[in-house]
């Protein structure tokens, strides 16, 4: 069963989340907040509502003729490597620096149980 903008825009609600429509798609932005800093957000609905990518805008950078480019590369690696939902990738065009997850819907139901927000949780 696919995603739709309502469905997602409910589970947000339901968790107190601010968040901006963008009216050139279907995609929702919102910021959170940490021990390190406050990040963007961008949630994506593709392929007809089968597909939902939650990705970071403006995480990091790093210009391709930095000094430092090939331990950067190196360390997005070795996370990528350890780490199963969430991964990490270098834009060469711009330098840009993205976290990103990326998981299918297609025949399951999204429900508030199992909502962005307990994703990072280990409960089953």
């Known amino acids: 069963m696919a995603l739709t903008m309502?469905?997602?825009r409910a589970l947000f609600d339901k968790e107190g989340?601010?968040?901006?429509?963008?009216?050139?798609?279907p995609r929702l932005?919102?910021?959170v907040g940490g021990w390190s800093g406050s990040f963007?957000?961008?949630?994506?609905?593709?392929?007809d509502g089968r597909f939902l990518q939650l990705r970071t805008m403006?995480?990091?950078w790093c210009r391709s003729d930095h000094a430092n480019l090939t331990?950067?590369?190196?360390?997005i690696a070795a996370i990528n490597y350890s780490t199963r939902f969430i991964k990490f990738a270098?834009?060469?065009?711009?330098?840009?620096?993205?976290?990103?997850?990326?998981?299918?819907i297609?025949?399951?139901?999204?429900?508030?149980?199992?909502?962005?927000a307990s994703w990072g949780t280990s409960s089953p």
């Open 6 to 8: 309502e469905q997602l």
């Open 40 to 47: 963007q957000i961008m949630v994506a609905l593709d392929l």
């Open 29 to 31: 932005m919102f910021g």
């Open 17 to 25: 989340l601010r968040y901006f429509v963008d009216p050139q798609g």
């Open 71 to 75: 331990a950067v590369l190196r360390v």
């Open 90 to 104: 270098w834009d060469a065009g711009d330098g840009e620096i993205v976290a990103y997850a990326d998981t299918w």
């Open 58 to 60: 403006n995480y990091q």
């Open 106 to 116: 297609m025949d399951g139901t999204l429900t508030q149980e199992r909502s962005i």
